[in-house]
């Protein structure tokens, strides 16, 4: 800021560290945080406080939760002989958006990927390999994005997975239901031609 | 989000309500945060509440302050006698920026906008009133925004100010510096020309 008055620019500096939130953003967010009604920034303040001291991972699926086991491993309801594999928590909130998805999932927080020095040991796979290993596991769709680091965080699991005995798929390539083909990238159009099915 | 985790939902709520965050930037942000360095979302909770306890307005200009007065009414080096009539804090900090501005502010908080509700009785206009009859002051510069709003406001607060023999004047228009004529708008062209200055 210009002219400095610090508990302003500290919570400026609070909200410029977020991702996506340049300078300008930054001063609005930290102008609206103070003109909010009486109770609101500190129901904000407390909501980041809460969440940071209650949400953990999930015992089973790594996912985040707030009790012992996340709300889809809780569910006596989901198939929990196949397994989704994803990188992210956000994924999993994708996913679940379909409706249409009924096993569980296994999150890996972050894919495997050198040159940002994450190796396998810092994601979630040796709890993967336990959970197939303590049985009851048909298949593990590996569903990590379609990037050179996911696959290959996807073909080095599945190299693991498969001597013991359990069936690994991957999410099929193709375009996207409701682009437009002038908009699709070459990659993703060979990948969806290799990948055409029978009418 | 597809599956409830209390104190993770409350947060997206939360980040949602902030202008300009959407649902997904609100998740991502949420995630970030709980993904932070020990210490550092609380430092961020943190920071909220004390701008929200010690943030204020500024006894004399209504700028927003942690003191009784503000970085530039407390500045013996600034010409008191020229008032800087501007809406909102960040535009403050837009002066400041240009370094050559060595007068002080007033801040409204707002523009006459009967279409929102916002009436001359919500902005610090009175404040602004007392100001100059507590004497001192030989010009006011109108610098509300160029929108229809912000001229009313200037035209309205210029009316009361002129019986107190104060000089009172607006900033120019005309085309910005380093822009492209083509795509200036036709009204900004229009008062480009009228106040067009010899060479």
Known sequence: MGYEVAPLSRLVEQFERLPGIG??????????????????????????????????????????TDGELCPVCRNPARNKSIICVVEDPRDVIAFEKTREFTAVYHVLHGCISPMDGIEPEQLKIKELLRRISDGGVDEVIMATNPTVEGEATAMYIARLIKPLGVKCTRLAYGIPVGG?????DEVTLKRAIDGRSEL
């Open 23 to 64: 300078r300008k953003t930054a001063q609005r967010l930290a102008l609206f945080v103070l003109d909010m009604p009486e109770g609101e920034a500190e129901a904000f303040a407390k909501a980041v406080l809460d969440a940071r001291e209650n949400i953990h991972h999930c015992r089973v699926c790594c996912n985040l």
């Open 180 to 184: 437009d083909l002038v908009y699709a």
